[in-house]
């Protein structure tokens, strides 16, 4: 059963209610109209493109009182609300750069009116005529490398050295220094098996950047959810141009061969719109 906020957005403006434009993405102004599979946040209002100098903005009449910053803040700090509204979104976007290349526009990017929206982005022309030519003909690749420590896995303190288990060779008690030689030994064993995770995904990363006309990396995840203990070491994000996903798929296909990676995991997925690389992203190695 799904709980949280009710699905607001699905109810469309009555007639002589304000309303405000929600903006999508931008695309050039020249390329097809926006496809009728895109329904965005609100079904009954159809999502259009607004011209604007030479772009195309991919918008949506939404009630105002729903979409005002208040209301915002609210069914966004909605853990459901926030999904449904990233998902709607996401769809609209993809949807869109079907026909054409897009700059996709943050979730929530509300203007009071269509004027306001033409005002606000003509005054961004040049940046996103920019965005758009360095987009073209390219896609986001997104790349995860991961620790092969699966739930259950992980070593836990030594219980028997805690409780002063004997030890194998002599039948006696370990003495405390015994004792903390085999803590320091543990330490460092994980230090290295750190250390070695670390420089897998430096490899992965270095093997990979050639290929792309950009590369990010992002700020990795945490321990996965439902038990799985595995830990991200690389979230990465690379725009490549089309035609070049063999050469990605063949250089991941060796490194996951490499004997040296074999205690890591890499997961590829795409092509994505490219969220990414709107502002550029070249090379980009903090985390976001």
């Not at 609300?81 to 869109?96: G, K, Q, W």
């Not at 595995?230 to 490499?258: K, M």
Request: one cysteine or more; aromatic letters at 4%; glycine letters at 10%.
């Amino acid at each position: 059963m799904t709980t949280g906020a009710p699905d607001r957005a699905a109810v469309p403006p009555a007639p002589g209610t304000a309303v405000a434009t929600y903006v999508f993405a931008v695309r050039p102004g020249d390329g097809p109209s926006c496809p009728p599979e895109a329904s965005g946040l609100c079904p009954d209002t159809p999502v259009r493109l607004l011209p604007v100098g030479s772009l195309g903005v991919v918008v949506q009449s939404v009630p105002a009182a729903d979409y005002s910053a208040e209301s915002l803040r609210d069914r966004l700090a909605d853990p459901v609300e926030l999904e449904r509204c990233a998902r709607e979104h996401h769809a609209v976007v993809c949807a869109a750069a079907r026909g054409a290349t897009v700059v996709p526009m943050p979730l929530a990017t509300v203007y009071h009116d269509d004027e306001r929206t033409r005002a606000a982005l003509l005054a961004r022309e040049r940046e996103l005529s920019a965005a758009l030519r360095r987009l073209a003909g390219r896609a986001e690749w997104g790349v995860k490398v991961y620790t092969g420590t699966q739930a259950g896995s992980t070593a836990g303190p030594d219980r028997a050295a805690l409780a002063g288990a004997e030890d194998g060779a002599t039948g006696r008690a370990p003495s405390g220094r015994a004792y903390l030689e085999r803590v320091r030994g543990r330490q460092r064993a994980r230090e290295q098996r750190q250390e070695a995770v670390l420089r897998a995904a430096d490899r992965v990363d270095d093997r990979l950047r050639p290929l792309a006309v950009a590369a990010r990396r992002l700020r990795a995840h945490g321990a996965e959810p439902a038990g799985d203990r595995r830990s991200q070491v690389l979230n990465a994000a690379y725009l490549l141009d089309a035609g070049r996903e063999r050469e990605l798929a063949g250089t991941v296909r060796e490194l996951r061969a490499a004997p040296e990676l074999r205690d890591v995991r890499i997961e590829v997925s795409g092509p994505w719109v490219p969220y990414s690389f709107v502002e550029g992203g070249a090379d980009d190695s903090g985390g976001d």
